[in-house]
């Protein structure tokens, strides 16, 4: 059983920063490709950045590229995502996920295991 618990969202002004947490329990090897995706009020939920083993180790949507990083600590089952310059369009509710069901995953119906999110509302 697979259990993904985002952390540190909350409320920032316009330019500041924020560091996202997602730690993941149960099926390890599902951390092998793990995501943060975003869903806005009416809006669609998007992709933000991926990140994978092997030589194409990161993806990043063009609106966060630049702003965003995404990173991980194997050793905690823990990944980040530290976003910088953040702008009010960035407010939505962040999502973790895991276990990519195709290589190289980006898409929210590529992934198998999410958590329940945490708020991120920018001012």
């Known amino acids: 059983h697979v259990q993904l618990v985002e952390s540190g969202g909350g409320l920032v002004q316009d330019g500041g920063s924020l560091r996202l947490s997602c730690v993941a329990s149960g099926y390890t090897q599902s951390n092998r490709c793990m995501g943060w995706f975003r869903q806005g009020p009416g809006k669609e939920r998007e992709v933000v950045a991926a990140?994978?083993?092997?030589?194409?180790?990161?993806y990043y949507s063009n609106s966060v590229k630049g702003r965003f990083t995404i990173s991980r600590d194997n050793a905690k089952n823990t990944l980040y995502l530290q976003m910088n310059s953040l702008q009010s369009e960035d407010t939505a509710m962040y999502y973790c996920?895991?276990?990519?069901?195709?290589?190289?995953?980006?898409?929210?119906?590529?992934?198998?295991?999410w958590g329940r999110g945490t708020q991120v509302t920018v001012s």
């Open positions: 996920a895991s276990g990519c069901l195709r290589e190289l995953a980006s898409a929210a119906r590529d992934f198998a295991y």
């Open positions: 990140i994978y083993d092997g030589a194409h180790s990161t």
